[in-house]
């Protein structure tokens, strides 16, 4: 959802990383970037989520907000490749859009993190992870 990161830097983040492999979404994130001059703060990519982690991410971004077609895997795939490459912290956070909780959440089990809150907005529930801390 490009909204979400044209709202951060509306609301005084220093840079958001936007990613969709779609070109017609390209188009239109392209559009909604120059109407709100925010060209300076974005970089985006027509790109897979997992390339665009593996090979273009090199530092560890605030806070990552993935919002997947929600029948896939993808959620539980990028914050896997998150942690494989080191591309989070215990101070990270990650936000992850999904209209199926149950699912996402037994993913996330099995890997390193915990879920630190969850809202629920109409059919929509955003889980809130961060990094398990050491220790």
Known sequence: MEHVGIEA????????????KSKQAIEIIKKNIEKTHTQEQIELYKNTFD???????????????IDPPYDTNFAYMAVKLMI????????????????????????????????????????????????KRKG
């Open 9 to 20: 830097i509306s609301r005084g983040a220093k840079k958001a990383i936007l990613c969709d």
């Open 51 to 65: 390339d665009l982690l593996k090979n273009k991410i090199k530092e560890k971004p605030n806070i990552t907000f």
């Open 84 to 131: 494989e490459n080191d591309l989070i912290d215990e101070n990270s956070l990650i936000i992850i859009e999904t209209d199926n909780e149950n699912k996402i959440v037994k993913q996330l089990k099995s890997i390193n993190v915990e879920i630190i809150d969850t809202r629920k907005y109409g059919r929509v529930k955003l889980i809130f992870l961060s990094q």
